[in-house]
């Protein structure tokens, strides 16, 4: 395990749970709260898991950037519609060397960010994760858990891995979080969209689980057809993922 510190901006669902990971494993992590900031503050944080539960009584908990350290990896975990944010919120915490890491998913983050803090900086993350926040400082994870991690290049180029990426995914993976590493972080977005796209619009327009879904042979040969679409939209865009991956998926 290395001896970076980390800062979580974004307490959530997604954030909450990894930050809570990393500092149970052991390492030093500070978290970026705001509604339940006080709560946290004087109750901690409460994971329930498959994994196995765990509470942490007392966190490095904050409600304004400007009072957490400079740490060695940034991993920003908001959801996209608060990134208008980014640019006042990781200002204070850059520093010579540490590095930012997005987990979001979805397209065209990580040139934003670039902008405000260096492309030097950027990594980006796509994140298998089931959980949910189910009360203040209270976060139930369901299953999975896999982050895939890739270094940030302009116009997503392949940028191979670096050696702070294999000490994330040391630590990671040390704290229980499986992590692969990838020289293609605009093919694992792309991925991630392959399988968000069609399920995540066809579950609120059809009310149905994921399993429902597969179940029925309509709605299945219709998933297929939305996923080829995504693929033809990542060719357009020079990302070439071939058909066998949506068999795979599927």
């Known amino acids: ?82 990134n208008h944010l980014l640019p006042e919120l990781l200002s204070p915490l850059c520093k010579e060397n540490n590095v930012v890491l997005l987990l979001q998913n979805g397209l065209g983050a990580e040139p934003e960010i670039a902008k405000a803090v260096g492309k030097e900086r950027v990594i980006g993350g796509v994140c298998n994760l089931a959980s949910n926040k189910i009360g203040y400082g209270h976060i139930r994870h369901v299953d999975y858990g896999l982050i895939r991690i890739g270094k940030y290049a302009t116009n997503y180029q392949s940028a191979g891995i670096t050696n702070k990426m294999r000490e994330i995914s040391q630590d990671f993976e040390s704290a229980g979080i499986q992590v692969n590493l990838s020289e293609d972080l605009f093919q694992e977005r792309w991925k991630k969209l392959v399988w968000n796209i069609p399920y995540n619009s066809l579950s609120v327009i059809l009310d149905a689980r994921t399993d429902e879904m597969m179940g029925d042979t309509n709605t299945r040969n219709l998933i297929t057809e939305i996923m080829q679409e995504v693929l033809e939209g990542a060719k357009s865009c020079k990302c070439e993922i071939p058909n066998s991956y949506i068999q795979n998926m599927l």
Do not use: W
């Open 1 to 82: 395990m290395s001896k970076n510190t980390y800062a979580i901006i974004g307490s959530g669902a997604l954030g909450g749970f990894y930050g809570a990971k990393l500092q149970k494993s052991g390492l030093e992590v500070h978290f970026l709260l705001r509604s339940d900031y006080q709560h946290v503050l004087k109750n901690g944080l409460i994971i329930e898991s498959k994994d196995g539960d765990f509470n942490l009584p007392q966190i490095n908990a904050y409600n304004n950037t400007n009072k957490i350290p400079k740490c060695d990896v940034i991993i920003v975990a908001l959801k996209t519609t608060q």
